[in-house]
């Protein structure tokens, strides 16, 4: 095992260590020193410093869309209230006219304690967003919620059109998925995937299949004419499918602080392209997998943390 990959083990392994998080919350100089590293990646701890990041991407004549971080919510109450919090979003984005849209986990508005709670608020939440003409995106988790995730979505196609759903190209039940999901209305946004995943059911990161997996899946999408959001930020893979054109329907979509000359380039090329806004006080692991992610990353941290 390389170094870096050392590394990215390590920052997975920190991104789970609750007493680490809960010792950098309770000291004010550790504390100010994280979040100076978070916030390349975060919009904000509130949705009104996420509506403020969402209004600049739109002034730069990109679309944002914003995510409420948290996942894996065990209490049928408070994923209610969680589901409330983003109702919420949605209005304060209809008021201020942006180009946004709302993406989630479906595990924090409820469907890990109970399938028909989470598709119960996530009803709620295509009702709002619906009247608001704003679209809903569903993200994908690990792959043991994969059927869970997609039969809430099958269930809210019923319904609504303007519902969409991740897509993992690392997944090899992938190729199938997609297939049904085209008959289906809503976006469909395709990724590698974050997630750790046996090698029996998943490419592993980095590996030419994954590569190669997900560019014949975003071909496929591209050509297809249905609605969707090619996610990634792999300069080369970009490169390729630009050849490829595209339907119109479709657009690129890229983390916050992630790459953003990327996605202005994509932009500059005649692409509809996406920014993605994360807020919240969950930051923690969500920034460590960022970092993991390529671990030269953390070069920047350094710099992040110690700029004035
Ligand atoms: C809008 C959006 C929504 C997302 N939603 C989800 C979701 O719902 N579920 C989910 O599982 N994931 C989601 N993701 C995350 C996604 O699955 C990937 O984990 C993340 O985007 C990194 O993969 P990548 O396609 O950007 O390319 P990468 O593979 O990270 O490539 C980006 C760059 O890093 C370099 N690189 C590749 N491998 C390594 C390595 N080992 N070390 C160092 N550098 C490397 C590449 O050469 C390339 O230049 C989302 C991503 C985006 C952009």
């Not at 519902?163 to 590698?192: F, M, Y």
């Amino acid at each position: 095992m390389t170094v870096m990959e050392q590394a990215a083990q390590s920052l997975r392994a920190l991104a789970l260590d609750e007493g680490l998080k809960d010792r950098i919350a309770a000291d004010p100089t550790l504390r100010g020193l994280a979040w100076r590293v978070a916030e390349r990646y975060v919009g904000g701890r509130t949705a009104a410093e996420a509506l403020d990041r969402a209004a600049l991407i739109n002034a730069q004549g990109q679309a944002a869309t914003i995510d409420y971080m948290g996942e894996s919510c065990r209490d049928a109450e408070r994923a209610t209230a969680e589901t409330e919090v983003f109702v919420d979003l949605s209005r304060q984005m209809a008021e201020r006219g942006l180009d946004c849209s709302i993406s989630l986990d479906l595990s924090h508005i409820g469907s890990v304690v109970d399938r028909d709670l989470g598709l119960a608020n996530a009803t709620r939440l295509a009702e709002v967003t619906a009247s608001a003409g704003q679209e809903m995106m569903i993200s994908m988790e690990g792959s043991d919620r994969t059927d869970l995730i997609l039969w809430t979505h099958e269930r809210l196609c019923e319904r609504f059109e303007h519902v969409g759903v991740t897509v993992q190209a690392r997944l090899h039940r992938t190729d199938g998925d997609l297939a049904r999901l085209l008959d289906l209305p809503g976006r469909i946004r395709l990724v590698k995937g974050s997630y750790l995943e046996p090698e029996s059911i998943a490419h592993p990161r980095g590996h030419r299949k994954l590569r190669a997996a997900y560019f014949a899946q975003a071909a496929l999408l591209l050509g297809s004419g249905h609605p969707c959001s090619i996610a990634t930020h792999d300069a080369d893979l970009l490169e390729e499918l630009h050849e490829l054109g595209g339907s119109g329907r479709h657009e690129y979509e890229m983390l916050l602080g992630l790459d953003a000359g990327l996605l202005a380039t994509m932009r500059a090329r005649g692409h509809r392209v996406r920014e993605y806004v994360v807020f919240g006080e969950e930051w923690w692991l969500y920034v460590c997998n960022r970092i993991a992610e390529d671990p030269a990353r953390l070069f920047q941290a350094l710099v992040d943390a110690t700029s004035p």
